[in-house]
């Protein structure tokens, strides 16, 4: 190849390359600014959380026995009246036939005391006694009567605490019923939502296992203190359900939405803008071609905007990334 060629072919691979950068360099993305204004801003907030019972009821021995059938286990639904438990009655029939025979006594010795011209110190202290064996027989057949350990109310068993033909004491918990007629929603809502649920707040709660069905529920407990779970802050959060369904059941997974949250004349700027280093939010702010990072607090986020609750002033300009 000559000499002559030779520069040529440079010189065309020179041209080549220039245009080529240049047109990189029309081509390449650009950094836009965005002037921070007011404006409106309505979104939907959606809470994951969990069913839950929000009254649980302890079913109890009414006397000292044991245990002679369990009707239920663990998981199942049960209705208010339904059996839960037997007891073993054989104590209280001896004590109610010991019962009845010393009331029987008491009368009979009220009746002589009455017939004869007693005392009345004779015939006070007769009538004591019968009142004395009246109530302790009372007593027994009343607890006779509870030898049946009854649901008292719809519900689902939790947990069974004894097993059949063990030992139990006056007051001792033999099982636990989730009372399903007062359902709630318990979950963990983002410190930046954590505002828009006030107590008394209406919400809509869904069910991931029943499609079909949708409810209302009110704020009845937002705690002050926060939890952080992978670097995220969150505020404790319960749901009381103003309806249910007989499908229902504590521990299925359900969304609570709050449906229109609306800002009106707030700071806004483009979510892009935004800049994340662990929990804190940072823009690039443009003054007379200077660049500043500054840090701010966001708010609700809508339609791709936020909120900026603190950290800029209306007018100012923020950087927008290239690329995007």
Do not use: C
Not at 26 to 55: C, H, M
Not at 259 to 282: C, K, S, Y
Not at 292 to 316: D, M
């Amino acid at each position: 190849m000559s000499e002559r060629r030779r520069r040529s072919l440079l010189i065309i691979l020179a041209l080549v390359a220039v245009v080529a950068g240049l047109w990189l360099w029309i081509r390449r993305p650009s950094e836009t600014v965005w002037v921070v204004r007011r404006d409106n801003l309505t979104a939907s907030v959606d809470v994951p959380g969990r069913l839950i019972a929000l009254r649980t009821l302890p079913l109890r021995a009414s006397y000292e026995t044991r245990v002679r059938l369990l009707a239920v286990a663990p998981g199942d639904r049960v209705r208010a009246g339904d059996i839960v438990a037997v007891l073993d009655d054989t104590p209280l029939l001896t004590r109610r036939a010991q019962a009845e025979q010393q009331l029987l006594q008491a009368e009979g010795t009220l009746s002589q005391v009455e017939a004869t011209a007693a005392p009345l110190e004779a015939r006070l202290r007769a009538e004591q006694q019968r009142r004395e064996a009246a109530r302790v027989y009372d007593e027994v057949t009343r607890q006779l009567a509870e030898k049946y350990v009854l649901a008292p109310s719809d519900g689902i068993v939790t947990e069974l605490l004894v097993s059949e033909g063990a030992p139990v004491t006056t007051g001792s918990i033999l099982a636990r019923l989730a009372d399903t007629s007062v359902l709630g929603v318990s979950a963990t809502i983002d410190e930046v939502d954590a505002r828009f649920f006030a107590e008394a707040t209406t919400v809509r709660v869904t069910v991931d296992a029943l499609p079909g069905w949708q409810g209302r529920g009110e704020v009845v407990g937002r705690g002050e203190s926060a939890t952080q779970q992978a670097g995220i802050v969150g505020f404790p959060l319960l749901i009381r359900l103003a309806e249910t369904a007989s499908d229902l059941r504590p521990g299925m997974t359900a969304t609570i939405h709050l449906d229109t949250i609306v800002r009106h004349d707030v700071l806004v700027v483009p979510e892009r803008a935004i800049r994340t280093v662990g929990e804190r939010a940072f823009v690039t702010v443009v003054t007379n071609g200077r660049r500043e990072e500054r840090e701010v607090t966001l708010g609700l986020r809508s339609s791709g905007l936020v909120e900026i609750a603190a950290g800029l002033i209306e007018g100012e300009q923020v950087l927008l990334p290239a690329g995007n």
